[in-house]
């Protein structure tokens, strides 16, 4: 997160606004509801995680075990059930 002083970047009328809130605090002004990005539409993690839970399911459809998917992508016995028996 990035500080930056309000007097160099608001309008004069808009700092003494504020000030008649808070003064000599820091305050985080959050983004606008819809400038939020979900989980991994920055990155695209999220495409990235469903590809590889659509080739986990695919190869486990196919006869590889639990086991040999969990050593094969480094996941958790656990983690690769989830996904395998995940409903779609």
């Keep these: 997160m990035?500080?930056?002083n309000a007097e160099s970047?608001?309008?004069?009328?808009?700092?003494?606004?504020?000030?008649?809130?808070?003064?000599?605090?820091l305050i985080y002004i959050p983004k606008p509801k819809?400038?939020?990005l979900?989980?991994?539409e920055?990155?695209?993690?999220?495409?990235?995680?469903?590809?590889r839970n659509a080739e986990i399911?695919?190869?486990f459809r196919n006869g590889l075990s639990i086991e040999?998917?969990?050593s094969q992508y480094f996941l958790s016995y656990e983690s690769i059930k989830k996904i395998v028996y995940k409903k779609n």
Excluded: C
């Design 9 to 25: 970047i608001l309008p004069e009328e808009l700092l003494r606004t504020i000030q008649e809130y808070v003064q000599g605090e």
């Design 42 to 51: 920055k990155t695209h993690s999220k495409s990235r995680v469903s590809a």
């Design 34 to 36: 819809e400038a939020h």
């Design 57 to 59: 399911q695919s190869l």
């Design 68 to 70: 040999e998917l969990a």
């Design 2 to 4: 990035k500080y930056s």
């Design 38 to 40: 979900k989980w991994g």
